[in-house]
């Protein structure tokens, strides 16, 4: 689970004045402040500098965002920090800053012990009421495995899953195909015959 701060509620506008002045980033969950639990591993770290810095290479006309930029779930009144997110029109914000993300179309989690059954569950729940959003993928850390679901129309998505470096999972809404290679490239599982 997130960490807490307060079981105080706050509004939009305190929320924003209070992550201004923390100095760690802060979630709004429908009134409460909270701290997202970091993945805090190396191997984590290496797999989402590596993907980003490979996709923001090869993804044309959309553009690619760290997780130092907050997604607005409007209909769960949550701002989230995704691993990864990318938007292929004009961005939009909730906010003079533009630090609240209004409009992603792929989002990117890279799964840890303490996230992937949030990452899994309610988070793409969550993610599946922005309109905007089409493209969702799940990088497993402690093992080989990728998993992404694209939205073919109105709740109907396709799902596809790699698990081997030769493979590569397709990402429709970038137009590119992510290769395991370069996901794991700085990565070795040594009990994994996977890899």
């Known amino acids: 689970m997130n960490t807490v701060k307060s079981l105080e509620y706050y509004t939009k506008e305190e929320y924003l004045a209070k992550s201004m002045e923390s100095p760690v980033k802060l979630e709004y969950h429908d009134g409460l402040i909270v701290e997202p639990m970091a993945g805090g591993t190396a191997e984590h770290s290496k797999i989402k500098t590596d993907t980003l810095s490979f996709l923001n290479n090869q993804s044309g006309q959309c553009q690619g965002f760290d ?34 993300l209004l409009n992603p179309a792929l989002i990117i989690e890279v799964l840890s012990p303490n996230t992937k059954d949030l990452d899994r569950g309610e988070k793409f729940m969550w993610y599946r009421s922005i309109p905007s959003f089409r493209e969702y993928v799940l990088i497993q850390s402690e093992s080989m495995g990728v998993e992404s679901w694209y939205k073919e129309e109105e709740n109907l998505w396709r799902i596809q899953s790699a698990q081997k470096r030769d493979q590569s999972i397709q990402l429709f809404t970038l137009g590119v195909d992510l290769p395991l290679e370069e996901i794991y490239k700085r990565i070795s599982f040594e009990s994994n015959s996977n890899t």
């Open 67 to 100: 997780s130092d930029m907050a997604v607005k779930i409007a209909a769960f009144n949550r701002y989230l920090y995704p691993d990864m997110s990318f938007v292929c029109e004009e961005e939009k914000y909730d906010d003079d800053r533009k630090i609240l």
